[in-house]
């Protein structure tokens, strides 16, 4: 269970319909670990510079965050966290490991 100050995913369907939904979606999808819990905090930190995008999290260890291990984009990432970028429905970016508020707003700024 993860205890963050975001929205949470707890399930493919709401992953489904979150990303259906919304034209832009950062979802970090990781566990309450070291690695984690700064993505989690620049997400909750920054999320109110960016009102066009959707801020959520997902337990890595939930069985429907299959959906997100499994894509093609994160087939070769190592360490935790794991966090996807959709516009439009589509992945158009994915990352792994620790990032900072900077790294994670250059992503939301090139890609949003």
């Known amino acids: 269970m993860l205890t963050t100050n ?3 995913i707890n399930s ?5 319909k979150t990303i259906s939904a919304n034209e832009n979606v950062m979802v970090c999808c ?3 670990g070291p690695m984690c819990l700064p993505v989690y905090a620049a ?3 920054i999320k109110d510079e960016y009102p066009n995008v959707v801020f ?3 337990a890595f260890d939930l069985p429907d965050a ?3 291990r499994s894509l093609p984009e994160c087939r070769n990432f190592r360490g935790l966290p794991f966090t996807i970028y959709y516009k439009n429905g589509k992945v158009v970016k994915a990352t792994a490991s620790i990032q900072s ?5 250059t992503i939301l700024d090139s890609e949003f």
Do not use: P, Y
């Open 6 to 8: 975001l929205e949470h």
């Open 12 to 16: 493919e369907e709401e992953l489904q």
């Open 30 to 32: 990781g566990r309450m």
């Open 43 to 45: 997400m909750d930190e």
């Open 56 to 58: 959520k999290d997902m």
């Open 66 to 68: 299959k959906v997100i």
């Open 101 to 105: 508020n900077e790294q994670i707003k």
